[in-house]
């Protein structure tokens, strides 16, 4: 009897393709970004940056914090 052409091909993925692990600047960067978006923001609320704490200096900060999250999502 002979066998069925659905049976005799079925089709087989080919297996992923892995991704070369991330260089040493991405967790080092991330966590620069992270650590000085912090020291801004706390800077500016104990008035130890330059002039009165204003909200440029939060969203600066807020903003190196983000950076630091999106490098995060890179990492492997």
Do not use: C, H
């Amino acid at each position: 009897m002979p066998v069925s052409k659905s049976k005799r091909s079925r089709y087989t993925p080919p297996p992923p393709k892995s991704e070369p692990p991330s260089r040493m600047w991405v967790p080092a960067a991330m966590f620069t970004l992270w650590g000085a978006g912090l020291a801004v923001v706390i800077f500016n609320y104990t008035g130890l940056l330059f002039g009165d704490p204003a909200n440029s200096y939060l969203f600066l900060g807020l903003g190196l914090i983000t950076a630091g999250f999106l490098l995060a999502t890179r990492f492997r």
